[in-house]
Antibody, heavy 123, light 111 residues
Framework: QITLRESGPTLVKATQTLTLTCTFSGFSLTTSGMGVAWIRQPPGKALEWLAL???????RYSPSLKNRLSITKDTSKDQVVLTMTNMDPVDTATYFC???????????????WGQGTLVTVSS | QSVLTQPPSVSGAPGQRVTISCTGS?????????VHWYQQLPGTAPKLLIY???NRPSGVPDRFSGSKSGTSASLAITGLQAEDEADYYCQSFDRSLWTYVFGTGTKLTVL
């Protein structure tokens, strides 16, 4: 059974850097095809894909946020870390991590998801 | 940014059938990228409901079905139940943006 759990600060100030950790179990990021994605959801709004990292170190980023994002993995701890620089109140959202098995962009989906962590950015 | 458009809300009485549309473009759904659907119950994380346009993961009732045609996709729910009241999102990929994209979301109300 695959499970994921997000952790990190619940409150950050504008201009600061956010660091979130996704701790997972039930799979290994050393196994071919495995990946972990980050997705966020502002309060009352839609989902937005942020980043994705694969077993082989391949990293994908949302083009609109690419300059602010960094995703890394620690296979010894079964963790994936997302950092987002220069936080702004509009970045207030629930941040989810989710498991992905690479099937190519034609047919890639995210399952399962962590419970999410709400991050509030104060001005 | 959402480049997949869904109706903001749909509703139906228990036992009825409802459909939720997801409209993309020639660079997303129309380009051959699969559509996947997620159900988000209030206060919870999204849960995969349909993958690869029309496939149900184990444990998802066959009351839920998906289809895709051209630049659009649809989620159908038959035999509506109170527990189906949730937000529903479609997801695909857009090759012009080169990013995974989600729909605008649809709130289902069971009357």
């Amino acid at each position: 059974q695959i499970t994921l759990r997000e952790s990190g600060p619940t409150l950050v100030k504008a201009t600061q850097t956010l660091t979130l950790t996704c701790t997972f179990s039930g799979f290994s990021l050393t196994t071919s095809g495995m990946g972990v994605a980050w997705i966020r959801q502002p309060p009352g709004k839609a989902l937005e894909w942020l980043a994705l990292i694969y077993w082989d170190g391949d990293k994908r980023y949302s083009p609109s946020l690419k300059n602010r994002l960094s995703i890394t993995k620690d296979t010894s701890k079964d963790q994936v870390v997302l950092t987002m620089t220069n936080m702004d109140p509009v970045d207030t959202a629930t941040y989810f991590c989710a498991h992905n098995f690479y099937r190519g962009e034609l047919r890639n989906w995210f399952d399962p998801w962590g419970q999410g962590t709400l991050v509030t950015v104060s001005s | 940014q959402s480049v997949l458009t869904q109706p903001p809300s749909v509703s139906g009485a228990p036992g009825q059938r409802v459909t939720i549309s997801c409209t993309g473009s020639s660079s997303s759904i129309g380009a051959g990228y699969d559509v996947h659907w997620y159900q988000q119950l209030p206060g919870t994380a999204p849960k995969l409901l349909i993958y690869g346009n029309s496939n149900r993961p184990s444990g998802v009732p066959d009351r839920f079905s998906g289809s895709k045609s051209g630049t659009s996709a649809s989620l159908a729910i038959t035999g509506l139940q109170a527990e189906d009241e949730a937000d529903y999102y479609c997801q695909s990929f857009d090759r012009s943006l080169w990013t995974y994209v989600f729909g605008t979301g649809t709130k289902l109300t069971v009357l």
